[in-house]
């Protein structure tokens, strides 16, 4: 399927949109932040938000939450159980030689829906050290466990490693510090990238892009303490989310790298619907397809139980696109 998308948001002048997430507020309020620059890679990134009160058919006026000296990137929300929302995202420094250096992962704080938000705090610095030799970034959104804790899934790998590894550092002051880094996933052989976490039950589960073609799953009973041993899963996916849905299902939406919906990455998805078990064999769905080389990188929320809207972007048209799906569109 590729229905007509409905326009979230449009990007400033001479700049376009990337890394769309999207965050439920409930009561039909939902908060959607997004990359602005000049291209997929570059200087200068800024993040804006944008709203809508009504389930997603219409939208405000995006306004920039973060808009640093350097490029502020791939942006993800969480909404908290009092109320707060969290923005984490990470920073990258493109003028330094012989290549790049990563500045950090950070958070965010509001306490009025978005309208402001607090100064960053720092989202685990471990594998900073080196300079432009190492990586350290983010992608994933924070995941608030039932006793309060937080996790924010970091990834990257330190100056003296070769092969990149997923983490998880902790907060127990709602966001406002974090520390504790814990590895989920590493090995030679692989770099494991753009972890996120979905709880599912009393598990965590951390699904988790790989510089192969298969994301990778990992488990956690105790909270992101200790971790199972990452295995394979039938999905080619990059750039992923995975939602708990209100019924203990998860729908799963990715950019594709199988090229079984065209030469792009287009956007695909698939509900699982028993997610303490394997996440393979369910179908694949195409969602939507831009036409443009550069897309996907979607986010979704259940708007209505078993409704679901997802965000992506169209680099021609210089737009945050969003299209509504059900729980019968994932069915072959």
Known sequence: MTPEPIVVARAGTGLVPH???LVS????????AFREGTGHLGPRGRISVVGSDDGGQTWGAPRVAVDGAYDDRDPKLACLADGTLLLSYFVIDWSSKPRHTTL??????????????????????????????????????????PGGDLLYPIYGHRAEEKWWRASVVRSTDGGRTWDDEVTIAAGEGINFQEPTLTLVGDEVVSMIRTDDVPAYLSRSADGGRTWSEPMPTDMPASSHHALA???GEVLVTYGDLSKRFGERRVTA????RDPAG????????????SGHRDQ???????VAPGRFLT???????????GFFTSPEDFRQ
Do not use: K, Q
């Open 19 to 21: 890394f769309p997430d």
């Open 25 to 32: 507020r409930g009561g039909g309020r939902l908060l959607a």
């Open 104 to 145: 950090g992962t950070y958070v965010r704080r509001s306490d009025d829906g978005g309208l402001t938000w607090s100064e960053p705090a720092t989202g685990g610095m471990g594998m900073t050290g080196g300079g432009i030799l190492a990586w350290h970034a983010s992608h994933g959104a924070v995941l608030e466990l």
């Open 245 to 247: 849905l209100e019924s």
């Open 269 to 272: 998805g698939r509900l699982v």
């Open 278 to 289: 394997d996440w393979d064999g369910y179908p694949d769905v195409l969602l939507y397809d």
């Open 296 to 302: 996907a990188n979607p986010s979704s929320a259940e």
């Open 311 to 321: 965000l992506g972007f169209d680099i021609p048209a210089a737009t945050v696109v």
